[in-house]
């Protein structure tokens, strides 16, 4: 049997540009935690650690999208190239502020700035449709992307608290930006890749893809699928916490991954036939019903394997998720829609810690897994009612279609 993901990396370019795009998007998970470790050390103040990480991370879900758009509109290279620029001067002011003791006011400032950030994920996504539009080996770049994705979270926050633990506040972040520039560079550097330039039918104005229902749909599923993933996290630590065994959190976060991990692989390698809309409906029937067991896991290896079996469905839940946004949205609006989907899974993971924090704090530790049951059956809910918007053809708003459909 041949292995998909070898003929996927046979293809010209694309070992250069996952392996340049695993490193630009490393301060995803590592810029948020790397700013609450090396605040708290230096100031120790977590509400104001917790603060300017939030201003990052919320103001970067709103300026993403736009930053996308203009990617669609006047191509990555144009656009990446001063983005990147000022999120990573700004990192730096960010962390000589920290560094130097500067007002607070400076701190807020930079990491606003900071949030110019652009979405990579859907850089890498945007690069594997323009390869295999149409094709079955699409399916299998996204799984790809979605293992990719696992890693990144798996690792980038447990390397950025471990810098500026074991050398010093600001290692976490300064290799963070690091990672933003060098990686970002080399990507780009790869322009046979980039996606083409969809011209725009009679001149009109583009409009935003979050205006396209299959966006909001899918949009809407993620935030509370991004809520099931973040209060599994917060949950884990209150439970072991409260058994007298919290270092036995890092193992049960990492099994969660580790399920969704590896079922995401093994569903790229399948290669489903079924339709998109029913293979993301499934996976979500999953995701709530094996949310279900939970709040009754009361001991730590309990808790670990029905973390296990609660994780399984969330990278079939992105790939799915991601290949249908592929499906719906017009080229020319493509890597902006991807980004709406990704900032549905961060505003979802915000949510949920909170939601799940506020929970475990008034009915137990025990009780916070009920936000992954509610929020669970939420995206459930969603996905089967958009079942017949999600399987119509792609929306070829204001007559800006991919060549192909475009000449149907």
């Keep these: ?86 999120s990573v001067v700004a990192f730096l002011l960010l962390i000589a502020g920290t560094n130097q003791g500067w007002p607070v006011w400076t701190l807020f400032a930079t990491a606003f700035a900071a949030a110019a950030m652009p979405s990579i994920p859907a850089m890498l996504r945007a690069r594997w449709s323009e390869i295999f539009r149409d094709r079955p080996e699409l399916n299998t770049a996204f799984a790809f992307e979605s293992a990719a994705d696992e890693l990144v979270y798996i690792a980038g926050a447990s390397l950025s608290v471990g810098l500026a633990v074991a050398l010093f506040p600001e290692a976490g972040m300064l290799v963070s930006t690091a990672f933003l520039a060098v990686g970002s560079f080399f990507f780009l550097l790869q322009r046979g890749t980039q996606p083409r330039i969809y011209s725009v039918a009679g001149g009109k104005p583009q409009t935003s893809a979050i205006r396209l229902r299959p966006v909001q749909i899918i949009t809407l599923a993620l935030i509370f699928v991004g809520s099931t993933f973040a209060t ?156 017949r918007t999600l399987a119509g053809e792609k929306n070829c708003a204001d007559g800006i279609c991919p060549p192909a459909q475009a000449a149907e």
């Design 232 to 387: 599994a996290e917060v949950s884990a630590v209150a439970i072991t916490k409260e058994l007298g065994q919290p270092n036995a959190a890092s193992l049960v976060i990492g099994v969660y991954a580790i399920g969704s991990f590896v079922v995401g692989l093994v569903l790229g390698a399948l290669n489903p036939k079924m339709a998109l809309q029913k293979q993301l409906l499934i996976a979500v029937t999953v995701l709530a019903l094996t949310a279900l067991p939970l709040p009754f896991a009361g001991t730590v290896p309990l808790l670990a394997v029905a973390v296990f079996v609660s994780g399984i469905a969330i990278s079939p839940t992105f790939i799915t998720a991601f290949g249908l946004v592929e499906r719906r949205v017009p080229g020319a609006m493509l890597t902006e829609g991807v980004t709406w989907v990704t900032t549905g899974i961060g505003i979802g993971m915000a949510l949920g810690a909170f939601v799940a924090g506020w929970a475990v704090d008034n009915f137990g530790a025990q009780n916070g897994f009920w936000v992954s049951v509610a929020a669970s059956i939420g995206a459930l809910t969603t996905i089967g009612l958009g079942q």
């Design 1 to 86: 049997m041949a292995n998909p993901y070898k003929e996927i990396f046979s293809v010209p370019g694309t070992v250069g540009f996952s392996a340049a795009g695993f490193l630009a998007r490393l301060p995803i998970a590592m810029a948020p935690i790397g700013i609450v470790a090396m605040l708290s050390q230096t100031r120790g103040e977590y509400w104001l650690a917790g603060a300017v990480s939030a201003t990052f991370a919320l103001t970067n879900a709103l300026i993403s999208p736009q930053v996308s758009r203009l990617v669609d509109r006047y191509g990555q290279a144009a656009v990446l190239t001063p983005a990147t620029i000022v």
